[in-house]
């Protein structure tokens, strides 16, 4: 099943233990907040938006987002190379998140905004077909950007087994508690602004836009990567510490006196939803967080020491030419399951993710506030369960979580097919089902990787986290595209009606609903099944990845 067996002990040595600061792993984690709240509310709702508040046919609607996904994949391998071959100060990472916060934050905003070319509602749709192209695959180009060199900084943090579960459970708690995040705000602006779709949907890009800079910012500020410089020294690093912490202590305190209703009346604030003093909250207690990370820092010895010898191969040797280097990835056999599986995991995801609202509002038949409570019942089950399956993985293995938490996660999709309007319950009960698996999807396949790229280390004396996580994300995108692509078309050959804007959302014909219930249930648990095929034919366990350790230390040990 494996080149490498655990009966091929080159010596008896353990691999030495890279133990990450709690510290570390949080400012990590936060890293992908803001990638997983933008990602989050454009699976959700951004087809929904282009249909029911932009008032786009399906079909234009899923080609916009299909020709912007495209667009993105073919960036991946492009920005992952380039990455794998940057030499700065501050590592091979770090640049190319911190160069591309920015311009990441403003074209995720733009995409909320419903400019008005024509009275023509033809030539008008055909104009905004084009600006949410040009955004989308500008937005998509900056995301890839920032989250590509992001997925690539584990191996550069950790080598040990465990503890790159233990990072990748800190990173999806953030991720899922992104998502979470992003699905309350979502709620709370869609009841502040029940009435006014376009300025619903204009603040709720504005916020994530802001939560996702600052949560960006907090993590390339605080961690370095193995053998470089941080981006800021220890003296700034802690002054930018104590003036966000006192910024957040404001914003905290300013909050929460719009709440009490006494400060309340001195401040002007009217009755009902103080939706400004949750955001107000919220913001200082993440810009609070980010502050005291600064001040307690603690990097670790392995990240700071210069004889290292982590990397040493990667950086003596010329890299492989990108055929070459394609060729290497795809030889890898562990690889190629890996990226099965989180391929059929994720198409999963996104079928689901981009079709339930419209199973919620047109087969459910519930107000589209409803909506993020549903979605919050999944992802608010997955971030659970992450630290029950990273228990339990660190016991059995991480085969043998994808295979239960995947398990539990068809038999919820099958159920969604059987749902009836009048079942809101039982709703209730199959999105914290399915909860269960999306978890194992968020975890494992990601935790698996490293692993396999310390394989190939061993075979090609290289290191290149950037191509192996490109491809990954490549496949991600890919399946993202295909999945809105497919439910655009789907529901356009089906009848759907688009709602007019301003007008109330339309009662939807009998073979939309159909086309609807199979893309969020049989769909998806097909293409679960074959993720659970792959994983059975994986050959990577923990003593097999224990021994390439130990031959990699030797290799090392042996160079140095």
């Known amino acids: 099943m494996s080149d490498f067996s655990a009966t091929e002990s080159a010596s ?6 890279e133990k990450l600061n709690f510290s570390t792993k949080l400012a990590y984690g936060a890293g992908d907040l803001g990638p997983a709240m933008t990602a989050n509310i454009l699976v959700f709702f951004l087809l929904f938006f282009f249909t029911n508040v932009a008032g786009l046919p399906p079909g234009i609607a899923g080609s916009i987002l299909t020709i912007g996904k495209i667009s993105d994949a073919i960036n991946d391998p492009i920005i992952g190379i380039l990455s794998d071959r940057t030499r700065s100060r501050w590592g091979r990472r770090l640049p190319w998140i911190f160069w591309g916060i920015i311009p990441f934050g403003i074209l995720f905003f733009l995409q909320w905004i419903v400019p008005r070319f024509s009275d023509n509602n033809t030539v008008n749709n055909w104009w905004l077909f084009g600006y949410y192209v040009l955004i989308g695959v500008l937005f998509n180009f900056a995301y890839t ?10 191996p550069e943090l950790t080598e040990d087994y465990n503890e790159r579960t233990s990072l990748n459970s800190f990173r999806f708690t953030f991720s899922i508690g992104g998502s979470i995040l992003s699905l309350i705000i979502a709620g709370l602006i869609s009841v502040y602004y029940k009435d006014d779709p376009v300025t619903q949907y204009l603040v709720l890009g504005l916020v994530c836009s802001l939560l996702s800079v600052i949560a960006l910012l907090w993590c390339v500020l605080r961690i370095q990567e193995r053998r470089t410089q941080s981006i800021l020294n220890e003296r700034p690093k802690k002054t930018l510490g104590i003036v966000l912490s006192a910024v957040g202590f404001i914003l905290i305190i300013y909050g929460i006196l719009r709440l009490i209703p006494l400060t309340s009346a001195l401040l002007g604030v009217s009755e009902g939803l103080d939706l400004y003093a949750i955001l107000a909250i919220l913001i200082g207690l993440q810009i609070g967080a980010f502050g005291l990370t600064l001040i307690f820092s603690d990097p670790e010895t392995h990240l700071t020491d210069r004889s290292s010898s982590n990397n040493s191969v990667a950086e003596t040797e010329d890299p492989l030419p990108f055929v070459e280097q394609l060729k290497i990835v795809f030889s890898n056999k562990p690889f190629r399951y890996v990226i099965g599986m989180y391929l059929c995991s994720w198409l999963g995801v996104q079928l689901t993710a981009s079709i339930l609202i419209y199973f919620v509002v047109s087969w459910m038949g519930l107000d589209p506030q409803a909506f993020p409570s549903v979605a919050i019942a999944v992802q608010g089950t997955a971030l659970v369960m992450l630290f029950v399956w990273k228990t339990i993985s660190d016991r059995i293995g991480k085969k043998a979580v994808y295979f239960i938490g995947t398990s539990i996660w068809i038999i919820a999709q099958i159920g969604l097919f059987s749902l009836q309007p009048s079942q809101v319950e039982l709703m209730y009960f199959l999105a914290v089902l399915a909860g269960f698996g999306v978890s194992v999807a968020y975890l494992i396949p990601w935790s698996m990787l490293p692993d396999v790229i310390e394989l190939d280390e061993l075979t090609t004396g290289q290191r290149r986290e950037g191509i192996f996580y490109s491809f990954a994300i490549v496949v991600q995108k890919f399946c993202l595209a295909f999945a809105l692509f497919l ?44 993720g659970l095929v792959l994983a059975y034919f994986y050959p990577l366990t923990g003593e097999i990845h224990a021994e390439i350790r130990l031959k990699l230390q030797e290799r090392r040990n042996n160079r140095g």
């Open 12 to 17: 008896n040595q353990t691999p030495i233990p």
């Open 145 to 154: 950007i920032v989250n590509l060199p992001y997925t690539a900084l584990t």
């Open 487 to 530: 439910v655009g078309i789907a529901l356009e050959w089906a009848g759907f009606i688009e709602r007019i804007p301003g007008q109330p959302i339309p009662v939807q014909p009998e073979n939309a609903l159909l086309a609807i219930r199979i893309a969020v249930a049989p769909l998806p648990a097909v293409v679960l099944i074959i």
